[in-house]
Structure formats: structure tokens, C-alpha cells
């Protein structure tokens, strides 16, 4: 049963997979550089991660490597870490200033 997973994502084109993580990652790009709010833009950052995921998951059944598959599974571990890290600051960037606007970030300066 584990030896048609592989055969199932590769009834896909390799190139479907190409444009949607593309395109998933352009969408992320664009929200960390147009959104001012810290929490949209780690949601952003997510996105981007997210969309290296899906290339490297793809690539790893199309050539029937499991390596990509490891490095999906760090990159989420790490993810996750730096959720709680970003979140934590959010939250006390809120606590002081109850906003999330990047731009009052300068205030934080020496």
C-alpha cells in the first residue's frame, strides 16, 4: 500500500505542482511586503514555508527519494519554533503599545 503513494502524486504533472507553489509563494511574498499588521505578516512567512514544502514533498515522490520528505519535516519543526518565538514578541509588542503596526516597531530603537 506505501509503494502507490508515490504513483499517486505522480499522476500530477511535476509542473502543477511548479505553478501552484509559485504561486502560493508570490501570494506570501506579496503579503509580507504590502501588510503593516506583524500578525498577518508571519502568516505570510508561513505561506512561503509552506509552498517550499510542497516543492520539496513533490520532487521527493518524483524521484522516489525520501530525503525531501526529512527536510519537510524540519522545516516544520522549526516553523513551528519560530510561531511560538513571533507570537511571544507579538503579544508583548501588544501588551505595550496595543497595536501590531510594524511600522510603531521604530519606537523599540536605543
Do not use: H
Not at 506579496?30 to 517550499?52: H, Q, S
Amino acid at each position: 500500500m506505501d509503494q502507490n503513494i508515490p504513483e499517486v502524486i505522480r499522476t500530477v504533472p511535476l509542473q502543477y505542482y511548479i505553478y501552484f507553489a509559485t504561486a502560493l509563494f508570490a501570494i506570501g511574498v506579496t503579503g509580507v511586503l504590502t501588510r503593516r499588521n506583524a500578525i498577518i505578516i508571519f502568516m505570510c512567512i508561513e505561506l512561503m514555508l509552506n509552498a517550499v514544502n510542497i516543492l520539496l514533498t513533490a520532487f521527493s515522490a518524483y524521484r522516489s527519494d525520501p530525503n525531501g520528505q526529512i527536510f519537510v519535516f524540519f522545516i516544520m519543526a522549526v516553523a513551528a519554533a519560530e510561531v511560538s518565538v513571533g507570537l511571544g514578541i507579538i503579544v508583548m509588542i501588544y501588551r505595550n503599545f496595543q497595536n501590531t503596526d510594524v511600522n510603531l516597531l521604530n519606537r523599540l530603537k536605543w
